[in-house]
C-alpha cells in the first residue's frame, strides 16, 4: 500500500492542504542474452528503483509494490516473462503494470509487436498493461547450439528473402538514449499519483 502524508502548500498568497501519495514500484525483467537486463538497470539508474529478474520475485513479495515496471527479451515469438505473467496474475492485478518489450523487429513495426504481447500478456491484464518497444540485439557468435539451430531453421522456412537474410545477421540496437520515453512516462505518473490528479493540474501545471 501507498504510504500518504500532507502538507500545507502556499502559492500567491493562498494556502491549500496538498496529500502527498509515494508510490513504491520495482523493475523485474527476464531475458536470456544481456539485453534487457542492460535496460533494466539503465531504467533502474534512472528512476531510483530496485531491479530484480522474474525468477527472484514472486507471490506475496509483490504485494508490497504499487507498480511494477515489466522487462522482457522476446523468444520464437513470445516474451521470456509470460510464465512468470501467469503464476503471478493474481498478485499483479489491480497494479499499475508498464512493460519495456526488447525484440529484434524494429520498434517502428508496432504491429509485429503488439502480436507479441497478445501471445504472452494474459488477457485480464493485456488492455491495461502500458508498453514500450526496445530495439534489441542478436550476435550470431553468442547463441546457444540451439538458438543458432532454430534461427537457421526459421531462416530457411521464410519466404521472404530480405527477413531470411535479416535473421541470420547481427545486429545491436540497444542504447541508453532508447530509455528516454519509458522514464519520462513514469516520471510523470509518479508526479501525478504523488498529489492527486485534481491536485496535479491545480497546483503543477501553469
Known sequence: ???????????????????????????????????????????????ALPVTTSDSINGNLLQEYDFLLLGSSVYIGKMKIKKWLKK?????????????????????????????????????????IESFFLPGRMIMKNLSWGDRFLLKIGARLSKDSKE??????????VNKASIAVIAA???????????GESQYTETVQP
Not at 91 to 109: H, T
Not at 164 to 173: A, I, P, Q
Open 1 to 47: 500500500m501507498p504510504f500518504v502524508f500532507f502538507i500545507w502548500y502556499q502559492h500567491q498568497g493562498q494556502g491549500k492542504l496538498i496529500e502527498i501519495t509515494c508510490m513504491k514500484g520495482i523493475i523485474i525483467y527476464s531475458g536470456k542474452y544481456g539485453a534487457t537486463k542492460q535496460y533494466a538497470e539503465w531504467l533502474g539508474e534512472e528512476l
Open 164 to 173: 531470411k537474410k535479416s535473421m541470420l545477421t547481427d545486429y545491436d540496437g
Open 88 to 128: 503471478n496474475l493474481s498478485f499483479i492485478i489491480g497494479k499499475k503494470l508498464f512493460l519495456f518489450q526488447v525484440a529484434g523487429a524494429p520498434p517502428e513495426e508496432k504491429e509485429k509487436r503488439e502480436t507479441y504481447n497478445r501471445a504472452s500478456i494474459p488477457g485480464e491484464i493485456l488492455n491495461s
Open 185 to 195: 512516462g513514469i516520471k510523470s505518473y509518479l508526479r501525478r499519483k504523488t498529489i
